[in-house]
């Protein structure tokens, strides 16, 4: 079985500072992805970055990047220069890429952002 | 752009009524998933499809059912609504993996079920 834990449930963050959203993981299998999602307030989810886990060099999206650290089983997002616009529930997910098509996903945090 | 529609944004339905909640999808995905959203538990995966009239139990599969009779198209079923069915329902939709940009799903709006 594989779990994804987010310990915080709302985070606030003031316009064009950055924040980092917390995302720990359980999974047996060697081989995985992990996934930030994003859903603004009535509006579909969307993918923000992703992370395949073989791969040692933290993934980048523009203003977004990850904090993976394998051994610990840590998977954070780093929001750089937040914007309005970044206001959302966050979710972070995780699945397997081989036999396993089910994606695990965590609680979530929303993110508020101050003007 | 991938597009993944819902057939109702909101809904209410009254205590044992039979519910039909429809996903249709353009971008010739083989899997297909409806999950259950609540506050405080995340996305909770409820059947999954991963072809035509092939289906998977996910996580809480209680008082669900689902049908695929085309791959564009994965129904989420509630034979008998009850009250605490009421929720958001999101379908996704994704090829399987292993393909170069597997993996990531794809959202709909959501349905909000409101059961009474």
């Known amino acids: 079985a594989q779990t994804v834990t987010q310990s915080q449930p709302e985070m606030s963050v003031q316009e064009a500072e950055t924040v980092t959203l917390s995302c720990t993981y359980d999974?047996?299998?060697?081989?995985?992805?992990l996934f930030w999602y994003k859903q603004p307030p009535s509006r579909q989810m969307i993918l923000v970055i992703r992370q395949e886990a073989y791969k040692q060099q933290n993934a980048t999206e523009n203003r977004f990047s990850v904090n993976f650290q394998k051994a610990a089983k840590s998977f954070s997002l780093k929001i750089s220069d937040s914007q309005l616009g970044d206001a959302a529930m966050y979710f972070c997910?995780?699945?397997?890429?081989?036999?396993?098509?089910?994606?695990?996903f965590g609680t979530g945090t929303r993110l508020t952002i101050i003007p | 752009d991938v597009k993944v529609t819902q057939s109702s944004r909101y809904l209410v339905k009254r205590t044992g009524e039979k519910v039909f909640l429809e996903c249709v999808q353009d971008?010739?995905?083989?899997?297909m998933f409806w999950y259950r959203q609540d506050p405080g538990l995340g996305l909770r995966l409820i059947y999954f499809?991963?072809?035509?009239?092939?289906?998977e139990k996910g996580d809480i599969p209680e008082g669900y059912s689902v049908s695929r009779e085309k791959k564009e198209r994965f129904s989420l079923i509630l034979e008998s609504a009850s009250t605490n069915q009421t929720s958001m329902y999101l379908c996704?939709?994704?090829?399987?993996?292993?393909?170069?940009?597997?993996?990531?799903?794809?959202f709909g709006p959501g349905t909000r079920l409101t059961v009474t």
């Open positions: 997910a995780l699945i397997s890429n081989f036999g396993n098509e089910k994606l695990t």
């Open positions: 999974t047996s299998e060697s081989d995985y992805y």
């Open positions: 499809s991963y072809d035509v009239k092939m289906k």
């Open positions: 971008m010739d995905h083989e899997n």
């Open positions: 996704a939709s994704s090829h399987p993996p292993g393909l170069a940009a597997a993996d990531e799903q794809y």
